[in-house]
């Protein structure tokens, strides 16, 4: 039997690589030699934790259709099939249940409201949802590649993947997900067009806390939509910069060099009286205050950076920053494969924008706990693991 080598992930920052059996591909599945995957903020994060079982992770990343079934075709959702061995695809890390009250009332595929679901590189009882997972990730049950961090990912049916054009690098697909999340927090700011709370349109004033991956590509998005402004605040210089070289902000503001109050009171002149809308990118509860803050009257807030519970509370007054700004406070963490298929295309113009620049950390398999520890180095922005093929 042929085997293949994952990163296995046995205990707080204690990862293994270790040669796995490759299982026969099934009729309505289909096999992919990984070409790279991309070091998500939440691998960081989970890595400080005690996994419930040995699993694999890595829910980014693009590969190689080395075998599939007879039947994949018609059992896989496909943007820009139909598909063959030696195509190249990304996914949509989750695949949910279709039938619970979640997928019913939110349709099917949209991730966090199922109640049972599967991750790719991600463990289920680490989500936090009820319900049960309906795909077992447990390392020892095949088949055992269900991680980007592995020479291999089994693709089960149900998966929505992606047939990458030949002109777009493996290295590129890997930013689907968190392209993703950009996309779908400028959905959700969005308003029916003219209406007084409109937040989004080409006159807009965007302020976005936190240049980390997410942030940085969110301004991207938001420079080719055409808005009138993009204020990119971060504590390092070389993500200020990154901001500027990757999706050409407009103003700067380093949180480190600028107290609390000059951010806000910079914010304002820059913007006219207050931000039209603030994409919250920092993983801080302080940094949802200072976005409040720096929103103008019927102003809207999109919460994307405390996706993961701190148990850090923080105080506001509502009649000052809610009611008397009529502000629009919007928490995000329900996305789904529409938004997927958006950002797609986004990366499509890989040729005209430089995403490659946002690999500050490129690694082996072997290399790969090293460089989740460097997550919070100053000259970091997002690591990736690359293999040989």
Same mark, same amino acid.
């Given at each position: 039997?042929?085997?293949?080598?994952?990163?296995?992930?046995?205990?707080?920052?204690?990862?293994?690589?270790?040669?796995?059996?490759?299982?026969?591909?099934?009729?309505?599945?289909?096999?992919?030699?990984?070409?790279?995957?991309?070091?998500?903020?939440?691998?960081?994060?989970?890595?400080?934790?005690?996994?419930?079982?040995?699993?694999?992770?890595?829910?980014?990343?693009?590969?190689?259709?080395?075998?599939?079934?007879?039947?994949?075709?018609?059992?896989?959702?496909?943007?820009?099939?139909?598909?063959?061995?030696?195509?190249?695809?990304?996914?949509?890390?989750?695949?949910?249940?279709?039938?619970?009250?979640?997928?019913?009332?939110?349709?099917?595929?949209?991730?966090?409201?199922?109640?049972?679901?599967?991750?790719?590189?991600?463990?289920?009882?680490?989500?936090?949802?009820?319900?049960?997972?309906?795909?077992? %990730? $447990? #390392?020892?049950?095949?088949?055992?590649?269900?991680? !980007?961090?592995?020479?291999? @990912?089994?693709?089960?049916?149900? +998966?929505?993947?992606?047939?990458?054009?030949?002109?777009?690098?493996?290295?590129?697909?890997?930013?689907?997900?968190?392209?993703?999340?950009?996309?779908?927090?400028?959905?959700?700011?969005?308003?029916?067009?003219?209406?007084?709370?409109?937040?989004?349109?080409?006159?807009?004033?965007?302020?976005?806390?936190?240049?980390?991956?997410?942030?940085?590509?969110?301004?991207?998005?938001?420079?080719?939509?055409?808005?009138?402004?993009?204020?990119?605040?971060?504590?390092?210089?070389?993500?200020?910069?990154?901001?500027?070289?990757?999706?050409?902000?407009?103003?700067?503001?380093?949180?480190?060099?600028?107290?609390?109050? %000059? $951010? #806000?009171?910079?914010?304002?002149?820059?913007?006219? !009286?207050?931000?039209?809308? @603030?994409?919250?990118?920092?993983? +801080?509860?302080?940094?949802?205050?200072?976005?409040?803050?720096?929103?103008?009257?019927?102003?809207?807030?999109?919460?994307?950076?405390?996706?993961?519970?701190?148990?850090?509370?923080?105080?506001?007054?509502?009649?000052?920053?809610?009611?008397?700004?009529?502000?629009?406070?919007?928490?995000?963490?329900?996305?789904?494969?529409?938004?997927?298929?958006?950002?797609?295309?986004?990366?499509?113009?890989?040729?005209?924008?430089?995403?490659?620049?946002?690999?500050?950390?490129?690694?082996?398999?072997?290399?790969?706990?090293?460089?989740?520890?460097?997550?919070?180095?100053?000259?970091?922005?997002?690591?990736?693991?690359?293999?040989?093929?």
């Amino acid at each position: 039997m042929k085997s293949g080598r994952a990163a296995v992930w046995k205990g707080r920052y204690d990862i293994e690589i270790r040669n796995l059996p490759i299982v026969e591909v099934k009729k309505d599945g289909a096999l992919i030699k990984v070409h790279a995957a991309s070091i998500c903020g939440s691998d960081a994060h989970i890595m400080q934790m005690d996994p419930p079982y040995e699993c694999s992770i890595g829910h980014e990343f693009a590969g190689e259709i080395v075998a599939m079934g007879n039947d994949a075709n018609d059992s896989l959702n496909i943007y820009g099939g139909p598909l063959r061995e030696g195509d190249r695809i990304a996914v949509y890390p989750w695949i949910t249940c279709g039938k619970c009250e979640g997928c019913l009332k939110h349709r099917p595929g949209t991730c966090t409201t199922c109640c049972n679901s599967f991750v790719y590189g991600t463990p289920y009882p680490i989500l936090g949802l009820q319900g049960k997972e309906i795909i077992s %990730s $447990r #390392i020892e049950v095949p088949p055992h590649f269900k991680g !980007g961090f592995g020479e291999y @990912v089994y693709i089960f049916p149900g +998966t929505y993947v992606w047939k990458i054009p030949d002109d777009m690098p493996s290295l590129i697909a890997t930013l689907l997900d968190p392209t993703a999340v950009a996309v779908r927090a400028l959905e959700l700011s969005q308003r029916e067009p003219g209406t007084i709370e409109e937040a989004l349109d080409t006159n807009s004033k965007v302020v976005i806390l936190g240049a980390g991956p997410v942030g940085l590509l969110t301004a991207l998005v938001l420079r080719i939509m055409g808005v009138e402004k993009i204020i990119m605040i971060d504590g390092y210089v070389s993500k200020l910069n990154m901001a500027k070289e990757v999706a050409n902000v407009d103003e700067t503001i380093n949180f480190n060099e600028v107290s609390y109050e %000059s $951010r #806000i009171s910079m914010v304002k002149e820059m913007t006219n !009286g207050g931000a039209d809308l @603030v994409v919250q990118c920092a993983n +801080t509860t302080v940094a949802f205050v200072e976005g409040l803050e720096m929103i103008r009257r019927l102003g809207t807030l999109v919460e994307v950076g405390n996706v993961v519970p701190g148990g850090q509370e923080v105080g506001i007054d509502p009649a000052r920053l809610v009611c008397n700004k009529h502000a629009r406070i919007i928490g995000m963490s329900a996305n789904h494969p529409g938004a997927f298929n958006k950002a797609f295309h986004i990366l499509m113009r890989h040729e005209k924008h430089a995403f490659d620049k946002l690999f500050t950390h490129i690694c082996k398999l072997e290399e790969l706990l090293g460089t989740l520890t460097k997550m919070r180095d100053q000259d970091y922005v997002k690591g990736v693991v690359v293999f040989d093929n």
